[in-house]
């Protein structure tokens, strides 16, 4: 009974995929110059929220806040922003409900970074409840010399296999190779093209991106900015 429900719950997150690349992709012909309505140096207003269906988001899905990292597994700046500055956020504003967090996948670094998002796709539909440890364990496994050749399925799956005890190593490599994989790691592409990144990782907040992701008062900033509407209605 088990496996048929996260069999149900990985086709409904299929079945919203096509029409998501659809919205998306009529949304990316309405995105003007995304550097319009700068304020104050530290952040970016744009258009719209980065959209989240079919991205993995752990939170409360009523709150009001959107945190949306886009990242790459090879990026050893995504490694370090995961260490330093999202345990802040996790535990001030994730796990508090007050925002909700998505990790959109980002391929900078060609065929390894191909490889993580694939795995991290695939990971996301057979083990939904193990995924974000799946997630952290691989930016875990990134070496010191981040330009090695490391990111292979050999890692991903010995990584996938710390995180999932036991592990349907067969069914894995099978969906790492299916269709439905590669057409939500070009979602992220989609996403990745309609706000013409520059870096990795990048942080927005609901519709501000922040300029340096290290900067975790400019994050804080626009969080509180964006939760304040709320609290003055509660008030």
């Known amino acids: 009974m088990a496996t048929n429900k996260k069999a149900q719950k990985g086709g409904s997150r299929y079945f919203v995929i096509y029409t998501a690349v ?13 550097q319009s309505g700068n304020s104050g140096g530290e952040t ?4 719209s929220a980065p959209s989240t ?18 990242g790459d ?52 539909k057979m083990y939904p409840e193990q995924f ?13 010399n981040h330009d090695s050749h490391w990111l292979t399925e050999a890692k991903v799956l010995e990584v996938a296999k710390a ?23 070009q979602l992220d592409s989609i996403l990745v093209n309609q706000f013409n990144l520059q870096y990795t990782p990048t942080i927005m907040i609901n519709e501000i991106e922040i300029k340096d992701p290290f900067d975790i008062k400019a994050i804080r900033a626009a969080i ?9 209605q509660e008030a």
């Open 73 to 124: 597994y090879k990026c050893p700046s995504c490694k370090s922003w995961g260490e330093t500055v999202w345990p802040q956020l996790k535990a001030d504003y994730v796990d508090t409900g007050k925002a909700t967090f998505s990790y959109i996948n980002v391929l900078f670094h060609g065929e390894e970074s191909q490889v993580g998002a694939i795995a991290s796709e695939s990971m996301l």
């Open 224 to 232: 509180e900015q964006e939760l304040g509407g709320e609290q003055e």
């Open 53 to 70: 269906t079919a991205q993995p988001v752990m939170g409360d899905t009523n709150a009001k806040v959107s945190i949306v990292e886009f």
């Open 22 to 34: 659809i919205i998306i992709v009529a949304v990316a012909l309405f995105v003007i110059n995304q």
């Open 132 to 144: 974000w440890d799946f997630h952290k364990k691989l930016f875990d496994a990134q070496p010191a």
């Open 163 to 185: 995180s999932v005890p036991d592990l349907d190593e067969t069914k894995l490599k099978e969906v790492m190779a299916s269709e439905e994989a590669g057409q939500l790691v």
């Open 44 to 47: 970016n207003i744009l258009d």
